[in-house]
């Protein structure tokens, strides 16, 4: 099986800055799409942001040149950079990923995501 775990969140002021982190284990193949989802108390999760397994990005028009998203293969790891934090950026954010995995004799492909993490930007 595949896990995610992230970490980085906590409590900043408005305009401050956090870097979150999504680390993914187990019998992992490929790390395919990953992306960073959120989800503020009384509304849907949306998607913030998400990159491809070659790099390509996509933003939420809400974080635009303020949020930057990459990955370290190597690792197994996703971050999200998070500059210039609104109060309205409060909310749990959560790593999603798309990934094949090793199930022997063959691979499987499921999608999974982390447990969230608390951001709260105060105003």
């Known amino acids: 099986q595949v896990q995610l775990v992230e970490s980085g969140g906590g409590l900043v002021q408005a305009g401050g800055s956090l870097r979150l982190s999504c680390t993914a284990s187990g019998s992992i193949v490929e790390l395919n799409v990953m992306g960073w989802y959120r989800q503020a108390p009384g509304n849907q999760r949306e998607l913030v942001a998400s990159?491809?397994?070659?790099?390509?990005?996509n933003y939420a028009d809400s974080v635009k040149g303020r949020f930057t998203i990459s990955r370290d293969s190597a690792k197994n790891t996703m971050y999200l950079q998070m500059n210039s934090l609104k109060p309205e950026d409060t909310a749990v954010y959560y790593c999603?990923?798309?990934?094949?995995?090793?199930?022997?004799?063959?691979?499987?492909?499921?999608?999974?995501w982390g447990q969230g993490t608390q951001v709260t930007i105060s105003s």
């Open positions: 990159i491809a397994s070659i790099g390509t990005t």
């Open positions: 999603n990923a798309d990934v094949t995995y090793r199930r022997w004799p063959t691979k499987l492909r499921n999608n999974y």
